[in-house]
Every structure is written in structure tokens, then in C-alpha cells.
């Protein structure tokens, strides 16, 4: 489920309210939605940067 659905985010076929439901609904993890969405990567670099 997870490779599917990073494919279909990165194809903007899901948004991320939309990934964020399927957390919850135990599809994914939260790890693996920030994997997919690459909050994680955006705040370190961020961090990086100051």
C-alpha cells in the first residue's frame, strides 16, 4: 500500500489530507506518510539552513 500510494502522491493523484486518512484508517504510518509527503526532509533542511 505505501509504494502505491508515494507513487500516486508524487503523480499528484492524492493529496495529503487524503494520504492523512489513510493513517488513520491504519493503512500507512505516520512515519511513512512523512516519508511519502517528505515533511521530515523539508524540516530538516530547514533546520540546516538557520
Known amino acids: 500500500m505505501f509504494e502505491i500510494l508515494k507513487q500516486r502522491y ?3 493523484f492524492v493529496r495529503k489530507d487524503q494520504l492523512q ?3 488513520t484508517l491504519g493503512k ?3 512515519k511513512q506518510y512523512l516519508e ?3 515533511e521530515k526532509q523539508e524540516t530538516e533542511k530547514t533546520e540546516k539552513e538557520v
Do not use: P
Request: cysteine-free; aromatic content about 8%; glycine content about 8%.
Open 10 to 12: 508524487e503523480r499528484n
Open 21 to 23: 486518512r489513510y493513517v
Open 28 to 30: 500507512i504510518t505516520q
Open 36 to 38: 511519502i509527503v517528505g
